[in-house]
């Protein structure tokens, strides 16, 4: 069965200073691997998406995040915080190729403070 | 391009009565999702439709919750009778799922803040 752990329920950042939010999934086939981000009383919003094509990618407003096949790991980073980074990320795996095609798990989610 | 709406955005409700949500998909997106969002948690999926076909409601409690998508379009997610446990958010999404194992992007609603008295 596939699953996501992110790793922190919490984590604060001074502004202009790097971003990491981790996370840790585990699938039985070729996963897609997705974060969300939701902002309060807001809709989630797609930062960015890996679909077996380049490990390294690039999503909007600067954030980023690698798939490391060898270490289960979809960590989202940022160089540079800004303050209205501060939400709740949700890191997402949904399996390719298998029979469920669309069902989305989502991790716990991690809330981002951003501080002045 | 409008995005996925829902009504409505908030509602209070005494347990024990019914309740209706209402969500209008992307147009052209065959596939519409209805998701649990407890507090604190991140959304868990209740039922998935294929245009009018539900094909995924293993996580629908059905002894008090039901669901339709006539004509594929519109869908409303009902609960009756409520109960407290019943307080959460639910969200909508849609999609455009064009083959098995295609890329699954979800587009989500502002979802529907319940709160069960």
């Known amino acids: 069965a596939q699953s996501v752990t992110q790793l922190d329920s919490h984590v604060s950042v001074s502004e202009g200073t790097p971003v990491l939010l981790r996370c840790n999934y585990s699938?039985?086939?070729?996963?897609?691997l997705f974060w969300y981000v939701q902002h309060p009383n807001k809709g989630l919003q797609l930062l960015l998406k890996?679909?077996?094509?380049?490990?390294l990618v690039k999503g909007i407003n600067g954030f980023e995040a690698e798939f490391k096949k060898s270490e289960t790991s979809f960590h989202l980073t940022k160089p540079s915080a800004h303050m209205s980074d501060a939400a709740e990320y949700f890191c997402v795996v949904s399996d390719q190729g298998s029979s469920n095609t669309g069902k989305l798990i989502f991790g716990q989610g991690t809330t981002l403070q951003v501080k002045p | 391009e409008a995005g996925v709406v829902q009504s409505p955005r908030y509602k209070i409700i005494e347990k024990k009565q019914p309740v209706a949500f209402w969500c209008n998909p992307i147009?052209?997106?065959?596939?519409l999702y209805w998701y649990l969002q407890n507090l604190g948690q991140g959304p868990e999926l209740l039922i998935r439709y294929e245009n009018e076909e539900a094909v995924d409601d293993s996580q629908l409690p059905k002894d008090r919750f039901s669901a339709e998508r006539l004509k594929g379009v519109d869908s409303t997610l009902k609960i009756q009778p409520a109960e407290l446990g019943d307080s959460a958010v639910y969200l909508c999404?849609?999609?455009?799922?064009?083959?098995?194992?295609?890329?699954?992007?979800?587009?989500f609603g502002p979802g529907t803040r319940l709160t069960v008295l």
């Open positions: 147009s052209g997106h065959n596939t």
């Open positions: 890996y679909t077996s094509a380049a490990t």
């Open positions: 699938s039985s086939y070729s996963p897609s």
């Open positions: 999404a849609s999609s455009l799922v064009l083959a098995e194992g295609g890329n699954n992007e979800q587009f």
